[in-house]
């Protein structure tokens, strides 16, 4: 099964290089093992008379092909590659879920935000971590673990209450959907700052966190 990771349009696109012709399942090892990522195999769309259906069997699935696949995906997470490999072998199609709380947290913001954000972060030449845009329009700027504790906080800090924001951290417990994930027809995960050998070293949210409530901010 060949898939394309597809590049966002707009704004740094052309550094944001295609890849063709990685399966799932390479993908998922490149994953563990070039960025010592764990990772956990989901469901998978599947087409049914034409129309794209969530592997887990409820037509009106949120989140069809990405989400996971039992209560027990936290004990089946793994950096292995070996046991990564094993995984996709028996289920070729599976969506590459990452649990965050481990080696990184997700600040988490809507899509719009996350663009005006991006663009401030490069001009400030802040550090910047991998970056994934959602087909459900949502921006997921990885940063180091221990951003849920910190970031209500932060947002304080800044004069906005927390809950007044549309932001939100995926730490322990949680998980973010990896590139070239699909959600079913509404398109796949793509990457907005594509993991690289610079940004192997994930920023702190104290870093980021200024900028993504700006962009809150001013998107509400």
């Not at 070729?92 to 600040?107: E, K």
């Not at 899509?111 to 991998?130: D, Q, S, W």
Request: aromatic content about 8%; some cysteine; hydrophobic content about 40%.
């Amino acid at each position: 099964m060949l898939i394309v990771e597809e590049t966002i349009p707009g704004a740094e696109a052309a550094q944001i290089p295609k890849q063709r012709g990685a399966s799932l399942l390479d993908t998922a090892v490149r994953y563990a093992e070039e960025r010592h990522w764990d990772v956990f195999p989901g469901t998978w769309p599947e087409v049914v008379d034409g129309v794209y259906r969530c592997s887990c069997g409820d037509a009106a699935c949120p989140a069809p092909g990405a989400h996971p696949a039992g209560p027990d995906w936290a004990a089946r997470a793994t950096g292995g590659a070996a046991a990564v490999r094993r995984m996709w072998q028996r289920h070729p199609a599976a969506s590459i879920l990452l649990p965050t709380g481990r080696t990184f947290d997700a600040v988490s913001v809507p899509e719009t935000a996350g663009f005006l954000a991006l663009a401030r972060m490069r001009r400030m030449e802040l550090p910047l971590g991998p970056v994934t845009l959602t087909p459900d329009r949502r921006m997921e700027f990885f940063v180091l673990p221990g951003a849920s504790a910190k970031v209500p906080d932060l947002v304080r800090r800044l004069g906005w209450a927390p809950s007044s924001l549309d932001l939100t951290v995926l730490g322990e417990g949680a998980y973010v959907a990896a590139p070239p994930t699909r959600f079913g027809s509404r398109g796949a995960v793509q990457w907005a700052c594509r993991p690289t050998p610079a940004n192997r070293w994930l920023p702190d949210a104290e870093e980021l966190v200024p900028p993504l409530a700006y962009a809150c901010g001013r998107d509400r």
